[in-house]
């Protein structure tokens, strides 16, 4: 398995729970708390029962940032709008496999627009579903939840299912990203690093965190990178 200092831990909000009526200091807190990257939760209320954020919000929030923006496409269209996410200036933009016909096209487009890959699988979709596009994925998002709304309850048993993924990515030898997103917090994310999982989303947990954001992002990367070890030992 792969070392687990060549896979250091990503922390990722969600920026469901900010202010949206002052988006651009709040990306600016998050920068300020040492995040990695800041994902959007894209929803059309048709993939999932919640409308958020369209490209022109995040490309007003963009100067703010100075770390990379991914774009969480969970809508039922997406080769309709990777041109309008990445020109709004998200540098990885993420499909849902069940909203994809034409997965692996779809993929390679991304990279054609400029940017970064990524392929998201619901609770209940198998990890054989990405299989076959890991050459084209420059990640792979396990969803610890179902999509649509922030603040559930981590869902454990898709934890084998991370495993399966690490399996999967470790014996392609191709450097594809592993996250989970959903009902992250200190606690699930043992499970998730040990299962094989290296860029955690987190949105209500940081938020909420009584000592404030950083204290949060630091927390999460220190259990990450134990229970990585951990995971790598067994
Ligand atoms: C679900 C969303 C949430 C969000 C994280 O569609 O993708 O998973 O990003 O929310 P928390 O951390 O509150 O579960």
């Avoid at 990722?12 to 998050?30: C, K, M, N, W, Y």
């Avoid at 969970?74 to 309008?84: A, H, I, Q, T, Y």
Wanted: charged share 20%; hydrophobic share 45%; aromatic share 4%.
């Amino acid at each position: 398995m792969t070392d687990p200092r060549a896979r250091q831990p990503l922390i990722v909000p969600s920026v469901l729970p900010a202010d949206f009526a002052r988006i651009g200091e709040e990306v600016q807190a998050l920068c300020e708390a040492g995040v990695d990257r800041i994902q959007w939760d894209v929803m059309d209320g048709v993939f999932v029962p919640n409308l958020t954020f369209g490209p022109d919000l995040i490309a007003a929030a963009r100067p703010h940032s100075t770390v990379g923006f991914e774009a969480h496409l969970m809508v039922v269209n997406p080769d309709e709008l990777l041109g309008r996410y990445i020109d709004a200036g998200c540098e990885l933009v993420i499909v849902h496999a069940e909203a994809c016909t034409h997965l692996h096209r779809t993929l390679a487009r991304i990279r054609e627009l400029g940017a970064r890959s990524g392929v998201a699988l619901n609770p209940h979709t198998p990890a054989e579903v990405v299989e076959h596009v890991l050459t084209e994925a420059d990640m792979v998002l396990a969803m610890t939840v179902n999509p649509g709304f922030g603040g559930q309850a981590y869902i454990p048993s898709v934890e084998p299912k991370i495993a399966r993924l690490r399996r999967m990515i470790h014996d392609s030898g191709l450097p594809v990203e592993l996250e989970v997103d959903g009902g992250i917090t200190d606690t699930t994310i043992h499970g998730a690093a040990a299962a094989g999982a290296d860029v955690f989303i987190s949105g209500s947990w940081m938020y909420a965190h009584p000592h404030g954001k950083a204290a949060a992002v630091t927390q999460l990367r220190t259990v990450a990178t134990a229970s990585a070890r951990e995971g790598e030992a067994t």
